[in-house]
């Protein structure tokens, strides 16, 4: 299993606004989070990437609990969140942007051959 969430509740203050949410994703499976606004998505993914610490649950990146790490420490590991449109380069394409974002990887062989970019051709 890739990620892993389970029952994870997170809180702004004092106002809930996830509560136990679980979910699976395995490598190579593409997975969409739809609901209206306020419905816990942007929330959801905060919290998985260490950018809202949740109140309770785990997350499993790889096998390995990554609730007490650091975003900066995930996106090492592979795991980041990419914003909404408006904070992106604009004038960039997508993958220009996302080759911005693994600026910092020390695989450098892997970035030139996109190989961290599943989805893109080769």
Known sequence: MLLEVKNLTAYYDAVLALEN???TVSEGEIVAMIGPNGAGKSTALKAICGLLDP????VLFQGENINSKQPYQLVKKGLCLVPEGRRVFSSMTVLENLEMGAFIRNDKEAVQSRQFFPL???
């Open 21 to 23: 949410v679980s979910l």
């Open 55 to 58: 109140r309770s649950g785990e």
């Open 120 to 122: 893109t051709n080769r």
